[in-house]
């Protein structure tokens, strides 16, 4: 068996992205530097990655499409101790609310635990982000309800919707307005409903479009370069190959920019569970794809 991509991890709010990889028992992480050649080949067929840390016990194949990677029984498995899915109401941990800005219009609230610090705001590709309180985790949860009910702020985002919008941003000073107007409308929930255990935290927009690689002027393409037109991976396929330069990453994605195809995004949760060998970076794109924010695909060499 070949190594397996874990994903893209952000570990560090001062670093890059990071991919992971696991081959049986062993486990290694590779930095990733925009500017820098990368390409993989997929070989075989796509496998259950498991569950809380487990191999899936009949290595069932699952879809090219799936970004979770799991077959059924795993799933449940996983979703089992899963406090988004509301499994464990008891944790015992301090967790945080913030609020998320992906593109014009587009904020979302939320919770992640305190000792992750901002690594899930940059796993989910918030560009600019605010804490806005702390507490145990149910006081969090009641305030996510809160600012869905009284203000319509959503705790979920398609993720197509966020990718669509992130090759042209506002002005940092615009992104981060944004975020100052819902967290001044939040703050004056006080008494109507914002949970008594929760500390509210100062305002702060924290910016990761630099870390991304996609801070550059509206109008210019952004994350896209000046070609506009982008294409992202929809699956990857045996014998499939995706190769190019790395420009920028956010969240799970990669921004490749290709030879032939400008540039391609790609999804590194559709990478995980296939074995992937290293492919040089002119190896070219053989996979299928879908124009960012379009609905026609392609499949094959193209």
């Known amino acids: 068996m ?54 899936c016990p009949v290595a069932a194949p699952v879809p090219e499409r799936s970004t979770g990677a799991r077959c059924a029984e795993c799933g449940r498995l996983d979703r089992a101790h ?60 009641r305030a996510e ?13 398609p993720y197509a919707r966020k990718r669509a919008v992130r090759g042209d941003l506002p002005a940092r000073e615009e992104r981060a307005a944004e975020v100052a107007d819902l967290y001044g409308r939040a703050a004056a929930l006080d008494g109507r409903g914002w949970p008594e255990a ?12 630099g870390i991304f690689g996609i801070d550059a002027p509206a109008g210019t393409g952004g ?33 490749l920019e290709t030879l032939a195809n400008g540039i391609v995004v790609v999804d590194t949760r559709l990478m995980t569970g296939w074995a992937l060998a290293a492919a040089g970076a002119g190896a070219g794109l053989s996979v299928p794809t879908v124009v960012v924010g379009g609905g026609s695909s392609q499949t094959g060499l193209f």
């Open 198 to 209: 929760l500390e509210r935290l100062p305002f702060e927009a924290v910016d990761h479009a």
């Open 82 to 141: 899963s406090v988004a899915a509301d499994t464990i109401p008891d944790d015992p941990r301090t967790y945080r609310v913030y609020l998320a800005w992906f593109g014009a219009g587009m904020v979302k609230v939320g919770i992640t635990a305190e000792e992750r610090g901002a690594a899930r705001l940059r796993e989910q590709g918030a560009v600019v982000f605010s804490w806005l309180g702390r507490g145990p985790l149910m006081a969090a949860r």
């Open 145 to 157: 309800e809160v600012l869905r009910a009284a203000l319509g702020v959503p705790d979920r985002i």
């Open 2 to 55: 070949g190594w397996q991509s874990t994903g893209l991890r952000w570990p560090d709010e001062r670093g890059g992205p990071v991919l992971g990889w696991r081959k049986g028992p062993q486990a290694r992480a590779s930095a990733l530097a925009y500017g820098t050649g990368l390409g993989f080949r997929a070989a075989g067929e796509r496998i259950c990655v498991g569950a809380r840390g487990n191999s």
């Open 223 to 255: 994350a896209w370069g000046p070609g506009g037109v982008v294409r992202a991976v929809t699956g990857l396929v045996d014998g499939g190959t995706v190769a190019g330069r790395l420009v920028a990453a956010a969240g799970p994605d990669l921004h």
